[in-house]
């Protein structure tokens, strides 16, 4: 599944982001999981380039928790394999109401096929995913306002 959502730009400022999301709706915050994966392939592709193991969890985690609320209920977990090792590190999102991984506005053309985020290495890479997790939390935000 593919969720479409319109493509937030990340903002140095976290607390305007998080003004966005109308805070009656943070039981869709809840609903999203970010997946970093920690397997072989993923963590020795960080080591080779210098990258501490946790560097991808950590810099996702630290951007739910500058959101703050609500955006700070995401979970953020560490995974096994998420199947594009020759892609690594990958990082992918789930949603309770989804089977699996899905797919994000923001992700390219081969990501949204594997519903897997490839090659996040950079600050940049990793802004890329938040965006596009809060993408989806804002486009689920404004269906649930429209029924």
């Known amino acids: 599944p593919t969720m479409k959502a319109e493509q937030t730009e990340s903002s140095s400022s976290s607390s305007s982001s998080s003004e966005e999301c109308n805070l009656n709706n943070s039981g869709i915050c809840s609903q999203f999981k970010i997946l970093t994966c920690t397997s072989k392939a993923c963590s020795q ?8 193991q946790y560097a991808t969890f950590a810099a996702l985690y630290q951007r739910k928790e500058e959101a703050g609320d ?3 209920l995401v979970d953020v977990e560490e995974s096994p394999c998420l199947g594009r090792c020759k892609l690594a590190p ?16 923001g992700m390219t053309d081969s990501e949204l096929n594997d519903r897997v985020f490839h090659r996040v ?5 990793c802004d890329r ?4 997790v809060v993408g989806g939390i804002q486009m689920m935000a404004e269906e649930e306002e429209a029924n």
Do not use: M, N
């Open 45 to 52: 592709k960080r080591q080779v380039l210098q990258i501490d």
């Open 70 to 72: 609500p955006y700070s």
């Open 90 to 105: 990958c990082v992918a999102v789930e949603h309770e109401d989804f089977v699996g991984t899905v797919g994000l506005i």
């Open 121 to 125: 290495i950079t600050e940049e890479d």
């Open 129 to 132: 995913v938040w965006g596009s």
